[in-house]
Antibody
Framework: QVHLVQSGAEVKEPGASVKVSCKAS????????MHWVRQAPGQGLEWMGM????????IYAQKFQGRVTMTRDTSTSTVYMELSSLKSEDTAVYYC?????????WGQGTLVTVSS | QAGLTQPPSVSKDLRQTATLTCTGN????????AAWLQQHQGHPPKLLSY???NRPSGISERFSASRSGNTASLTITGLLPEDEADYYC???????????FGGGTKLTVL
């Protein structure tokens, strides 16, 4: 059974960084891309980027270029998303989602609150 | 980056049929087709269909998707109270090399 389990909620001050993890199980980790999508309170879904767990290659949305880093650890089947220089507008629920032809399994979401 | 266009809201009566639309361009919906996601308040999105009308296992046949040119559609027949949710379309944009989402449609079942 496929599971994507994300790390817990975070509260950060403006200017800080946050690193969210997503641990995969129940499938071959390197056979599916992993995407990160965020959702601000009351807003829609926003794609941040993706990582190929097989080779580690990444594609980031232009909006987050220079601020986001996605990495993976194949030994633990975990992907990470680090967002730096946090602003209040980064307050959102962050989701990981695996994809081959579509994002078919999603993590439970991680709430990141940016507040002084 | 360009997103997909969805109507903000649709309201239909119980047991009726709702059709939601999603308009993109030839680089995304018109090329790769669209996926549809359902999201209930406080929950992660759930995949309903992909590449226009492929349904993951466990998804009701009441949900069917199609595409005409650069517009994708999701039709939900026999509306139930639990169908009240936000619905998002998404697609890979082969020109921009990014995933794009629609702004979402809030479906209200009256």
């Amino acid at each position: 059974q496929v599971h994507l389990v994300q790390s817990g909620a975070e509260v950060k001050e403006p200017g800080a960084s946050v690193k969210v993890s997503c641990k995969a199980s129940g499938y071959t980790f390197t056979s599916y891309f992993m995407h990160w999508v965020r959702q601000a309170p009351g807003q829609g879904l926003e794609w941040m980027g993706m990582i190929n767990p097989s080779g580690g290659g990444t594609i980031y949305a232009q909006k987050f270029q220079g601020r986001v880093t996605m990495t993976r650890d194949t030994s633990t089947s975990t992907v990470y998303m680090e967002l730096s220089s946090l602003k209040s507008e980064d307050t959102a629920v962050y989701y990981c989602a695996r994809e081959r032809e579509a994002c078919d399994y999603w993590g439970q979401g991680t709430l990141v609150t940016v507040s002084s | 980056q360009a997103g997909l266009t969805q109507p903000p809201s649709v309201s239909k009566d119980l047991r009726q049929t709702a059709t939601l639309t999603c308009t993109g361009n030839s680089n995304n919906v018109g090329n790769q087709g669209a996926a549809w996601l359902q999201q209930h308040q406080g929950h992660p999105p759930k995949l309903l269909s992909y590449r226009n009308n492929n349904r993951p296992s466990g998804i009701s046949e009441r949900f069917s998707a199609s595409r005409s040119g650069n517009t994708a559609s999701l039709t939900i027949t026999g509306l139930l109270p639990e169908d009240e949710a936000d619905y998002y379309c998404s697609a890979w944009d082969s020109s921009l090399r990014v995933w794009v989402f629609g702004g979402g449609t809030k479906l209200t079942v009256l």
